[in-house]
């Protein structure tokens, strides 16, 4: 660990020292505050620690500039965000947001700055091709891509050998293990689905939409807004979905329960898989409460027979990043401090096995964790991807979706209610 944030500070200082040759930015005595807003709110996350380490390298080099942190948890902080610019944002000069739908709200209102005006040549060459599609408006840069992520199927391998039952390649495979440990009161997939945490809901009707639709016609499908009903396989992934929550492949009570909950489920080898994305490798290694660390594997989201997903498809992408509020009296200095936060934080990401970097800049991988390089393995055979819907959609249509896949954990869930939600989405 210590090696690692060694490796990070070297970096940060490098980034540093070629900002300090930015005369607009060095050369001024003006006091600047920069109000930033994020979600980090566990001071011992990496991403916490890593904002931290770079307010503080960044006011080193700037010291006209102080940098102030607003953090709110998720849930709160999607509503105080839109509240916040419902107005002029006053207090926002740059935020943590998702990209593409939700971002594109506040693009729609003319509120986000257009990044791109304020960058160099080589500041926006250092950002990977593709990596900053759902960041651009109407052909430029509004916002600064992190680290892309990719969902995968955890599996306990002793929980597994133990029980004799098979690793789930298949949909049907993947069933029949959850009947299988759930005769034997074992937790199958641990899942929380409650009130403020129903996107662990969608991620398994999405994640049986790309193994049914194929990211393909997924990404056509959720591009165009439309074209949903006119597809058999969005309403198969419901059908599916429906399917293992009767066979109670989700516990007991998925809808009581919050993702801290279900995480504790997983680590404390109550449960034998966990679906969810990419950074959770590093919860299985560094949470004190962890006590599976060597016992894990991590598969791709197992297959649909007869379905259009191919092997290449995957779950996931750059959705999060950096935004800056166009009413920022500091645009220069708000744009100059979100790439270097952008980039740091995408690297480090990527060295923990976090995430994969969007930036094309030089990142340590000698300390991944044995987990991460199996998941870096599954994301170098992926092509085709689409990432969580309620980070796409705009935030009214992304409520939407979330509410009707939690209403398929309910018993005898009502299939066509669930595809009549979408006429409002899609038709």
């Known amino acids: 660990m210590k090696k690692r944030f060694v490796t990070l ?12 040759f930015q005369p607009a930015l060095a050369d001024s005595a003006e006091p600047i505050t920069l109000n930033l807003w994020h979600i980090y709110t566990d001071e011992t996350d990496t991403q916490r ?26 849930a709160d902080y999607k509503n105080k965000i839109l509240v916040e610019f419902s107005g002029t944002a006053e207090s926002v000069d740059v935020f943590s947001y998702w990209g593409a739908g939700r971002a594109g709200d506040i693009y729609n209102a003319g509120k986000l700055l257009c990044v791109e005006d304020y960058m160099t040549a080589e500041q926006l060459a250092s950002i ?7 960041f651009k408006y109407d052909g430029k840069l509004y916002g600064m891509p992190r680290s892309s992520w990719m969902m995968v199927l955890y599996c306990n391998t002793e929980l597994f050998e133990a029980n004799g039952v098979k690793l789930p390649e298949t949909y049907d495979e993947w069933l029949d293990a959850c009947i299988k440990f759930d005769a034997l009161n074992i937790i199958p997939v641990a899942l929380g689905g409650g009130v403020d945490d ?5 991620f398994v009707y999405e994640a049986l939409v790309n193994r049914i639709v194929g990211a393909d016609a997924e990404t056509i499908v959720l591009e165009a807004m439309a074209g949903f009903h006119d597809n058999d396989g969005f309403k198969e992934a419901a059908v599916k979905m429906a399917e293992l929550s009767t066979a109670r492949a989700f516990g007991k009570s998925p809808l009581e329960i919050d993702e801290f909950t279900s995480n504790a489920q997983f680590l404390s080898g ?10 959770f490798t590093k919860s299985i290694y560094e949470l004190e409460e962890s006590l599976i660390e060597g016992k894990v594997t991590a598969l791709p989201i197992p297959k649909v027979e007869g379905g259009n ?6 779950v996931g992408g750059i959705i999060d990043g950096f935004f800056v509020n166009a009413a920022t009296k500091h645009p220069e200095v708000a744009t100059d401090f979100t790439y270097g936060l952008s980039l740091i934080s995408g690297n480090r990401l990527h060295e923990i096995g976090d995430g994969f970097t969007a930036f094309n800049l030089p990142v340590d991988e000698s300390g991944l964790y044995p987990l991460a390089v199996e998941v870096a393995a599954i994301a170098n055979r992926a092509i085709d991807g689409f990432v969580a819907w309620d980070t796409f959609l705009p935030g009214d249509l992304a409520d939407i979706h979330l509410d009707a896949c939690q209403a398929l954990l309910v ?9 009549d939600a979408y006429k409002a989405i899609f038709d």
């Open 9 to 20: 500070l070297m970096v940060v200082s490098m980034l540093l020292g070629v900002m300090a």
């Open 270 to 279: 109550a449960a034998a898989m966990r679906l969810t994305g990419s950074w």
């Open 128 to 134: 990977k091709p593709g990596a900053d599609n759902n």
């Open 411 to 419: 018993p005898n869930a009502d299939i066509g209610r669930f595809m």
């Open 49 to 74: 620690i890593v904002i931290e380490e770079y307010i503080q390298e960044y006011e080193a080099a700037h010291p006209n500039v102080k940098v102030e942190q607003h953090i709110l948890q998720d």
């Open 198 to 202: 129903a996107w662990q809901a969608a």
């Open 309 to 314: 997903g191919k092997d290449t498809d995957y």
